[in-house]
């Protein structure tokens, strides 16, 4: 089965070693890179013909109807089964002729002559050291997250905070609220924020035994 790249932050590589994070959500994009239609959207196992989800007027209430998807948009991701290698921030090195690799996400760059910080774009795969498996997909508004599934997206349920010489541990009791910050913080420039409430594929997975 074909392998994909999938881009992540550095908090969200974190987040995947931890085993906190084992959920993501990316925008759902036609052909021609735009946002369906309000009033459509296809589940993950359309086939193009016969299985497409066609919302009701409120968008709520999903039906099966037999006809052609003229809105069929396959997962850019892959389907359930699908592996996704992630691409992370890393850097590169040579000390006393030999070539070192080492990730962002493990701790701080070094910094110093013969250092190389590479962005996750550019990261090939053979210096991927995480790959997923995809379980599950489906197609939902953003703001249908619930608070469980903005937790499984990796959002650290503690934060330190510090006033004067003393730091302590805050409780996150509302995860899906500092999801909607992260959402915006990446994606609000690009014309998708927690208000326009776009379509997202709903993508969750399980890191491969043995990474």
Not at 3 to 23: N, Y
Not at 71 to 84: A, D, F, K, M
């Amino acid at each position: 089965m074909k392998e994909r790249p999938i881009l992540f932050s550095t908090l969200m590589v974190q987040a995947i070693l931890d085993g906190r994070k084992t959920m993501t959500r990316r925008i759902v994009k036609d052909r021609a890179g735009r946002q369906p239609s309000l009033d459509f959207a296809c589940s993950s196992h359309c086939d193009g013909w016969n299985q497409c989800r066609i919302l009701s007027g409120n968008g709520t209430s999903p039906a099966i109807k037999k006809l052609e998807c003229r809105y069929h948009i396959s997962c850019p991701c892959g389907q359930v089964g699908s592996h996704l290698w992630v691409r992370e921030t890393w850097y590169a090195s040579e000390v006393d002729k030999k070539y070192l690799i080492g990730y962002k996400a493990d701790g701080d760059i070094p910094h110093g002559q013969g250092y190389y910080v590479r962005p996750s774009i550019f990261m090939p795969r053979s210096l991927s050291r995480i790959t997923l498996e995809i379980t599950d997909i489906r197609v939902e508004r953003l703001r249908d997250i619930t608070e469980e599934d903005a937790k499984k997206e990796g959002k650290d349920s503690t934060w330190l905070t510090t006033q004067g010489a003393v730091t302590w541990k805050v409780q996150n009791t509302n995860a899906r609220y500092e999801f909607m910050k992260l959402w915006d913080s990446i994606n609000a420039k690009r014309g998708y924020s927690w208000e326009s409430n776009p379509w997202v594929w709903v993508i969750e997975f399980k890191r491969e035994v043995g990474q």
